[in-house]
């Protein structure tokens, strides 16, 4: 058992109330936790403060629910690895199955945070609310983000309306899905929004409303499981732009066991990379059509899927279509089951 999962309990926190519900927060770093001088929100430390700093920055935190603190990791989210995403996975596949814990909330850095939120959408075994949050400033900036994010989000995560949405962002009031969310601004506080779908609904104080709900298939209703993986298999992404070199393809087919391409368009290539794209079958390496469009869908086109050759990835991003198809193939290579697995997921 991971040695983290002990220090969970509640009764010894000295706000603890038993009407309220208890969260444990799982921190990974990022600028939620980063740390500068207050007037600088471009050159600072990301994955500075400790999670107990992040807690006692946001006031009335103790009347929203009872929270427990656990340092998974302290950096920077372009440094999140598959490995941090197992042992994301399997603390709260353990912990869910306590009756005494309600809710999770995860800190993480906003570059990757989407990825993140997709991965524990397809591997979490649990109906209990898991909402990912970060911040835009670091938490020492003036105006600083975090606190009212931290706090909305234990607060979404102690909402029994919360249950079996799938994992959701709580973001400058914005609750939104782990599958569509994606990163708008580079900047701004308001830096997310959903791949056209607007948001599942919005957080005003600690209240929720909520409007929609995905209907793709995620945590308990998935299939993927992921308890005795250390890894998973690697999946490239290829960009292509015009007069793009096809020898990309071979190249990253020598590190990968499948490749996503973010197309032109609907997710097209030239035909130098049709012809690649083929080769690449015949030695069993999966290929994923994506396009490098931030909205619309990719699907079966009768120009690029000559032989179906590849497999369109409806309405993914390129970023998260390469976790599907790895998880995928942690399951098959055949590619009707991995083409039918990205109009449910
Ligand atoms: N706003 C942020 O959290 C950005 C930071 N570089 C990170 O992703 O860790």
Redesign the pocket.
């Known amino acids: 058992m991971n040695s983290l999962l002990t220090t969970v309990d509640f009764k010894t926190l000295s706000t603890y109330n038993p009407e309220l519900k208890n969260v444990v927060i799982l921190a990974t770093?990022?600028?939620?936790a980063g740390s500068g001088e207050a007037h600088k929100t471009l050159n600072y430390e990301?994955?500075a403060l400790p999670i107990s700093d992040l807690l006692a920055s946001v006031p009335h935190l103790d009347e929203v629910a009872n929270c427990a603190g656990i340092q998974v990791s302290n950096l920077?989210?372009?440094d999140i690895t598959v490995s941090h995403w197992l042992t994301l996975a399997s603390i709260i596949n353990s912990l869910a199955g306590r009756d005494d814990i309600h809710g999770f909330v995860i800190t993480h850095?906003?570059?990757?945070l989407d990825e993140t939120s997709y991965f524990l959408n397809l591997v979490l075994k649990t109906d209990k609310p898991v909402i990912i949050t970060?911040?835009?400033r670091p938490a020492t900036a003036i105006s600083a983000d975090g606190p009212l994010n931290l706090y909305q989000s234990v607060a979404l995560a102690a909402n029994p309306e919360a249950c079996g949405m799938g994992v959701m962002v709580v973001f400058a009031e914005g609750i939104y899905s782990g599958r569509d969310v994606q990163k708008v601004n580079t900047f701004k506080a308001n830096a997310f929004d959903e791949r056209d779908f607007g948001c599942l609904g919005y957080m005003r104080d600690s209240e929720a409303f909520f409007y929609t709900r995905t209907l793709k298939k995620h945590t308990t209703a998935a299939q993927f499981d992921v308890s005795a993986l250390s890894s998973l298999p690697e999946v490239s992404v290829a960009y292509f732009h015009v007069d793009a070199n096809p020898g990309i393809l071979d190249y990253l087919a020598t590190l990968s066991q499948g490749i996503i391409i973010a197309g032109a368009g609907g997710g097209i290539y030239s035909k130098s990379w049709i012809d690649k794209v083929g080769e690449l079958k015949q030695s069993n390496i999966p290929v994923v059509r994506c396009s490098r469009i931030s909205s619309g869908i990719t699907l079966k086109d009768a120009y690029i899927d000559l032989s179906s050759n590849s497999i369109p990835c409806n309405s993914l991003v390129p970023q998260k279509a390469r976790i599907l198809l790895s998880l995928a193939l942690t399951q098959t290579k055949d590619y009707d089951r991995i083409a039918a697995m990205y109009n449910e997921y």
Request: charged fraction near 5%; aromatic fraction near 0%; hydrophobic fraction near 20%.
């Open positions: 770093g990022g600028t939620i990301p994955g920077c989210s372009a850095g906003t570059d990757t970060g911040s835009m």
